[in-house]
């Protein structure tokens, strides 16, 4: 636990006008990124979860979109406040990304090398055949069978895994000190899935990049992370080391979402738990816990206040939002 | 065994899609061959998923179970009468008995009509046909009353698709396969687009109306857990055949086919500790084209057990014990 931090965020709220009120997305979030380590944010569609990395490196289309508070802190600089220049020498060079689809992230009238050899050649002034040569030995790499001659196709000549593969090979080109995956491998089969969780896990062990993995798929989390942020309408509601969240879950919704899902090894329960109603719209949201309509242990207070962050282990940064575990109540 | 156990039997079915050629003169450049041969059948009561990669085939089948897409060869019957031997007429009285719940619940329902005529959509249909006799009041209160039973306040009947939830939109496509009193409810990927707090709801519901309808389901989906959860029976498809099929518990304990052994241990577990401790098998290569004919077993490319024969005639599907069936040499067959 004692690995250096390399990326900090501090109480970011993003929100988004809209023509029907104002959505906060993200709604106060803070979590910390040690060295290589790999960290997952769950949370259904519109928790937040995506929107929270695209605000790290300033991604968030603006209008309608707004980074309204907060720092990102990476390399003792906040990059919310760093001149747009600044933020672009780093993107791609020290913190990159892969996104869910990767048909429509590659551009598909450019050779999958040239895209791959663009980054290199930007942030590594390196001519075109030398980035070229970079970018093979990427493909390779990343186990792309046949990457020379492969190297001059276009996206489209290549299967979803294989255009995937060139995504992990475009973000992690300039060996980057953080990877941010955002659902990786949602639009792939089981088994291609695997490939590729597998390949990012080697690729990160390798080079003890920080990886920050997005998804909804909670047997995803349980193999590839060390430490885990639940997300539930812009907030973090809880934060556990993998073991802690998946053996000892303390939030309510984290316990209803582990109750949920079917297991394969058929170990789960006769009839699964479901969580009732549906997660609430972000527009105009009261000052009340968004969890509790929900709620299976909801209380008075819920309904009233927000509740706070709670720490539960200064050590671990263990950390709950939920009135069961504040410490009037764990002490009453 | 006698064949009326059966609901639904299907024999030999194909499905080939030719690939043309050629803007003007369009020229036959060969077919894809999304189903290639599968039978399978499911009892009264039973549910059986088809679990399998996207391209293996599994809507084709079930769109030519469904009669929604014509089979190039085999049969589907349904109580014991062949489904495509019925007349247009027969066909539209028959489909009283098999209904379809869709995967995308956004573009499945029509969004210029209220929750309670999509509902009673099915059933005024048939009455204007003169195959049930209800008059509309009537229809109307079935419509509310469907709607109750999966979970739908009786409130929302006047509300349009884009008012409500995905979750509530997949209920109000489950209200109207439920409308006409089916036997068979044909379930494409019925919860792959909802959230997994939506989607235990869904399934539950699912298993509650199998409960108290009676129903037998033919389930598709691609994500093997919940496959497991939901039904009786499974068959696992790779490239338009089914390569094992046999009851939920056996498939999860013991896998015999390489293939459902590396989809198996490809599907992460929700326990870390579990997860830590697995030794997954990672398959080499992509999913081949099913536009090419295989000599040999469609598999072997990727198997991690291929021998000498595998390359020179497909296996057929055989029994290995009471109840399961599968197709690979390891395992026996010609």
Same mark, same amino acid.
């Given at each position: 636990?004692?690995?250096?931090?390399?990326?900090?965020?501090?109480?970011?709220?993003?929100? !988004? #006008?809209?023509?029907?009120?104002?959505?906060?997305?993200?709604?106060?979030?803070?979590?910390?990124?040690?060295?290589?380590?790999?960290?997952?944010?769950? /949370?259904?569609?519109?928790?937040?979860?995506?929107?929270?990395?695209?605000?790290?490196?300033?991604?968030?289309?603006?209008?309608?979109?707004?980074? =309204?508070?907060?720092?990102?802190?990476?390399?003792?600089?906040?990059?919310?406040?760093?001149?747009?220049?600044?933020?672009?020498?780093?993107?791609?060079?020290?913190?990159?990304?892969?996104?869910?689809?990767?048909?429509?992230?590659?551009?598909?009238?450019?050779?999958?090398?040239?895209?791959?050899?663009?980054?290199?050649?930007? %942030?590594?002034?390196?001519?075109?055949?030398?980035?070229?040569?970079?970018?093979?030995?990427?493909?390779?790499?990343?186990?792309?069978?046949?990457?020379?001659?492969?190297?001059?196709?276009?996206?489209?000549?290549?299967?979803?895994?294989?255009?995937?593969?060139?995504?992990?090979?475009?973000? @992690?080109?300039?060996?980057?000190?953080?990877?941010?995956?955002?659902?990786?491998?949602?639009?792939?089969?089981?088994?291609?899935?695997?490939?590729?969780?597998?390949?990012?896990?080697? &690729?990160?062990?390798?080079?003890?990049?920080?990886?920050?993995?997005?998804?909804?798929? @909670?047997?995803? +989390?349980?193999?590839?992370?060390?430490?885990?942020?639940?997300?539930?309408?812009?907030?973090?509601?809880?934060? =556990?080391?993998? $073991?802690?969240?998946?053996? *000892?879950?303390?939030?309510?919704?984290?316990?209803?979402?582990?109750?949920?899902?079917?297991?394969?090894?058929?170990?789960?329960?006769?009839?699964?738990?479901?969580?009732?109603?549906?997660?609430?719209? @972000?527009?105009?949201?009261?000052?009340?816990?968004?969890?509790?309509?929900?709620?299976?242990?909801?209380?008075?207070?819920?309904?009233? #206040?927000?509740?706070?962050?709670?720490?539960?282990?200064?050590?671990? #940064?263990?950390?709950?939002?939920?009135?069961?575990?504040?410490?009037?109540?764990?002490?009453? | 065994?006698?064949?009326?156990?059966?609901?639904?039997?299907?024999?030999?079915?194909?499905?080939?899609?030719?690939?043309?050629?050629?803007?003007? !003169?369009?020229?036959?450049? /060969?077919?894809?061959?999304?189903? $290639?041969?599968?039978?399978?059948?499911?009892?009264?009561?039973?549910?059986?998923?088809?679990?399998?990669?996207?391209?293996?085939?599994? #809507?084709?089948?079930?769109?030519?179970?469904?009669?929604?897409?014509?089979?190039?060869?085999?049969?589907?019957?349904?109580?014991?009468?062949? &489904?495509?031997? @019925?007349?247009?007429?027969?066909?539209?009285?028959?489909?009283?008995?098999?209904?379809?719940?869709?995967? *995308?619940?956004?573009?499945?329902?029509?969004?210029?009509?209220?929750?309670? *005529?999509?509902?009673?959509?099915?059933?005024?249909?048939?009455?204007?046909?003169?195959?049930?006799?209800?008059?509309?009041?009537?229809?109307?209160?079935?419509?509310?009353?469907?709607? *109750?039973?999966?979970?739908?306040?009786?409130?929302?009947?006047?509300?349009?698709?884009?008012?409500?939830?995905?979750?509530?939109?997949?209920?109000?496509?489950?209200?109207?396969?439920?409308?006409?009193?089916?036997?068979?409810?044909? =379930?494409?990927?019925?919860?792959?687009?909802?959230?997994?707090?939506?989607?235990?709801?869904?399934?539950?519901?699912?298993?509650?109306?199998?409960?108290? !309808?009676?129903?037998? !389901?033919?389930?598709?989906? %691609?994500?093997? =857990?919940?496959?497991?959860?939901?039904?009786?029976?499974?068959?696992?498809?790779?490239?338009?055949?089914?390569?094992?099929?046999?009851?939920?518990?056996?498939?999860?304990?013991?896998?015999?086919?390489?293939?459902?052994?590396?989809?198996?241990?490809? +599907?992460?577990?929700? $326990?870390?500790?579990?997860?830590?401790?697995?030794?997954?098998?990672?398959?080499?290569?992509?999913?081949?084209?099913?536009?090419?004919?295989?000599?040999?077993?469609?598999?072997?490319?990727?198997?991690?057990?291929?021998?000498?024969?595998?390359?020179?005639?497909?296996?057929?599907?055989?029994?290995?014990?009471?109840?399961?069936?599968?197709?690979?040499?390891?395992?026996?067959?010609?």
């Amino acid at each position: 636990m004692s690995e250096e931090s390399i990326l900090r965020v501090e109480g970011l709220v993003t929100q !988004f #006008s809209t023509d029907r009120g104002l959505v906060k997305a993200v709604d106060g979030i803070s979590f910390n990124l040690r060295r290589g380590e790999t960290l997952g944010i769950v /949370g259904e569609s519109g928790s937040g979860k995506s929107v929270t990395n695209l605000s790290i490196l300033r991604l968030v289309q603006s209008p309608p979109g707004n980074i =309204a508070a907060g720092q990102v802190i990476f390399q003792g600089r906040d990059l919310l406040q760093a001149s747009e220049e600044e933020v672009r020498l780093l993107r791609g060079k020290n913190i990159s990304m892969i996104f869910q689809d990767p048909l429509t992230s590659l551009n598909p009238v450019l050779k999958v090398s040239m895209q791959i050899a663009e980054a290199i050649q930007l %942030h590594h002034g390196q001519g075109r055949k030398a980035a070229r040569a970079k970018a093979v030995e990427m493909m390779k790499l990343i186990g792309i069978p046949d990457a020379e001659r492969r190297a001059d196709d276009y996206p489209h000549q290549f299967s979803g895994g294989m255009r995937q593969r060139i995504m992990i090979a475009m973000a @992690l080109s300039c060996n980057p000190d953080i990877l941010i995956a955002d659902e990786p491998t949602t639009a792939l089969d089981v088994t291609i899935q695997a490939q590729i969780l597998e390949l990012i896990k080697n &690729l990160s062990a390798k080079d003890k990049t920080a990886v920050i993995l997005i998804t909804h798929d @909670l047997g995803v +989390v349980a193999g590839m992370c060390d430490t885990v942020c639940v997300m539930y309408a812009g907030r973090i509601v809880e934060r =556990a080391s993998v $073991d802690e969240l998946f053996y *000892d879950p303390k939030h309510p919704y984290t316990r209803g979402l582990l109750d949920s899902i079917p297991s394969v090894d058929l170990s789960g329960p006769d009839r699964l738990y479901s969580i009732p109603g549906a997660p609430p719209n @972000l527009i105009d949201m009261p000052d009340a816990c968004p969890f509790a309509p929900r709620c299976s242990k909801v209380m008075e207070v819920c309904a009233r #206040s927000m509740p706070p962050e709670t720490l539960l282990d200064a050590e671990t #940064s263990r950390s709950v939002r939920c009135w069961l575990h504040t410490k009037e109540n764990r002490n009453a | 065994m006698p064949e009326n156990q059966y609901l639904l039997d299907v024999r030999g079915l194909k499905v080939h899609f030719p690939i043309e050629k050629g803007l003007v !003169f369009k020229r036959n450049a /060969g077919w894809v061959r999304a189903v $290639d041969g599968v039978d399978f059948s499911i009892r009264k009561g039973e549910a059986l998923g088809l679990v399998g990669e996207s391209g293996c085939g599994k #809507s084709t089948t079930a769109m030519a179970v469904a009669q929604l897409q014509t089979a190039t060869a085999g049969q589907v019957f349904l109580e014991g009468r062949d &489904l495509a031997k @019925l007349s247009a007429k027969g066909l539209r009285a028959a489909r009283k008995d098999f209904q379809l719940v869709f995967q *995308d619940p956004y573009s499945s329902l029509d969004p210029r009509q209220k929750a309670q *005529d999509i509902i009673a959509e099915p059933l005024r249909i048939f009455a204007k046909n003169g195959l049930i006799t209800m008059d509309d009041t009537a229809i109307q209160r079935e419509a509310l009353s469907l709607m *109750d039973r999966c979970g739908l306040s009786a409130s929302f009947a006047g509300r349009y698709p884009h008012e409500f939830s995905g979750g509530q939109r997949q209920r109000i496509g489950i209200a109207r396969a439920l409308a006409l009193g089916p036997k068979l409810i044909i =379930a494409d990927e019925p919860v792959s687009a909802l959230d997994v707090s939506i989607q235990s709801q869904i399934l539950n519901l699912l298993k509650d109306l199998q409960k108290d !309808f009676d129903l037998t !389901f033919l389930f598709i989906a %691609h994500d093997l =857990a919940v496959i497991e959860y939901f039904c009786t029976k499974i068959a696992v498809m790779y490239l338009g055949r089914i390569v094992e099929i046999t009851d939920s518990a056996t498939m999860a304990k013991n896998p015999l086919h390489p293939y459902t052994k590396a989809l198996l241990s490809a +599907v992460p577990l929700p $326990d870390p500790r579990k997860e830590r401790g697995r030794r997954r098998i990672i398959l080499k290569g992509d999913v081949p084209s099913p536009s090419i004919e295989y000599r040999g077993c469609p598999f072997r490319e990727r198997c991690p057990e291929a021998m000498d024969r595998c390359s020179l005639s497909p296996p057929s599907l055989m029994a290995t014990e009471e109840g399961h069936q599968v197709s690979c040499f390891l395992y026996g067959g010609a």
